[in-house]
């Protein structure tokens, strides 16, 4: 078994920055992919970006590409996102989700551990 726990989340004005981060504890995610969804009031989850097991290739939604950054310490068995240049259509709440496989992938039905979820919210 996996657990994720996101922290970091908040309450930002748009332009602003936040970094979110997913602690895993009960066995290793080394091998695995790690995803970054969110989920916003009244709309189904989305898929925001991924990064493979050694951290040296990510994938984004382009609704985040090029403001959102993805990482990882497997050393210390986390994941971050930063959030840059946020908009208040980025408020939603975001989950971490580990994936089955060491690479990457927008498909959440290949992500068999998610957490419980971080607010971000973003006011105009």
């Known amino acids: 078994q996996v657990q994720l726990v996101e922290s970091g989340g908040g309450l930002v004005q748009a332009g602003g920055s936040l970094r979110v981060s997913c602690a895993a504890s009960?066995?290793?995610?080394?091998?695995?992919?790690m995803g970054w969804f969110r989920q916003a009031p009244g709309k189904e989850r989305e898929f925001v970006g991924a990064?493979?097991?050694?951290?040296?290739?990510?994938i984004y939604a382009d609704s985040v590409k090029g403001r959102f950054t993805i990482s990882r310490v497997n050393a210390k068995n986390t994941v971050y996102l930063e959030l840059n240049s946020l908009k208040p259509e980025d408020t939603a709440v975001y989950f971490c989700?580990?994936?089955?496989?060491?690479?990457?992938?927008?498909?959440?039905?290949?992500?068999?551990?998610w957490g419980q979820g971080t607010q971000v919210t973003v006011s105009s």
């Open positions: 009960g066995r290793p995610i080394s091998s695995r992919a």
């Open positions: 989700a580990a994936s089955i496989y060491s690479s990457g992938s927008s498909d959440p039905s290949q992500y068999n551990y």
């Open positions: 990064i493979n097991w050694n951290g040296d290739y990510t």
